[in-house]
């Protein structure tokens, strides 16, 4: 949380889970140990030498992370794209004058980028940028363009940036007895509803899970 009160929408998520009983232990999971028997738990290795003996694991990982590569036997993660991420630094009422609470899309139709998002927070602007494969100097230049003048400072500059990969297509195989993936690692359409389809998603597994069973079949 910053001294704003503004937290990350995955902190919003964590947070009102434990708030609904769900227990949150900060560790990192070294070994999933799947079972041979589907009648059998599923083992975790965690960092501080201990073990849990659990009935489901739940991959919610995203595709930035070398665990989708190897989460279980079977698994192929979605392809993916690579975003150009960036913040701008600015002055809050500029943002006010400009931007408001809203976050701005601009379409460019070309081939490097398709389109470009500017979200307002608080003393910053974050950019991303959408297509195949986005470099920073792609990013610039495109910001060049005289649409973008109104919303932007006249002496912008770029304080940092990241290159995200993000899914285009669906996952193979995101299940098994007693596991599963959802979101970027399953399936979640950025270019049309990102949030909105991986929610779907794990709605979907959350029902099966709970009125049908863990079992492969039941998950596929």
Not at 7 to 31: C, T
Not at 38 to 51: K, R, W
Not at 84 to 105: K, Q, W, Y
Request: proline share 6%; hydrophobic share 40%.
């Amino acid at each position: 949380a910053s001294e704003e009160g503004i937290i990350s929408f995955d902190q919003f998520l964590l947070e009102n889970a434990v708030s609904l009983g769900a227990d949150f232990i900060r560790q990192r999971v070294n070994e999933v140990r799947w079972p041979d028997a589907p009648g059998d738990q599923v083992g975790l290795n965690l960092m501080d030498g201990s073990e849990l003996d659990v009935d489901l694991v739940v991959g919610a990982f995203g595709v930035n992370t070398n665990l989708r590569k190897k989460f279980m036997l079977g698994y192929s993660p979605p392809s993916t794209w690579v975003a150009c991420r960036a913040e701008m630094p600015v002055d809050h009422e500029f943002i006010r004058r400009t931007l408001g609470s809203n976050i701005h899309v601009f379409a460019l139709g070309g081939k490097g980028i398709q389109f470009v998002a500017l979200t307002p927070k608080g003393n910053f602007i974050t950019l991303t940028a959408i297509g195949p494969s986005v470099k920073m100097t792609d990013l610039e230049e495109a910001l060049l363009r005289p649409e973008f003048r109104p919303y932007l400072p006249r002496d912008w500059k770029i304080s940092c940036h990241c290159h995200p990969h993000f899914p285009v297509t669906a996952a193979d195989m995101p299940y098994r007895d007693r596991g599963l993936l959802v979101g970027d690692a399953c399936q979640a359409r950025y270019l049309k509803n990102g949030i909105e389809s991986a929610y779907f998603t794990a709605l979907f597994a959350a029902k099966t899970c709970l009125n049908i069973g863990i079992g492969r079949d039941e998950l596929a």
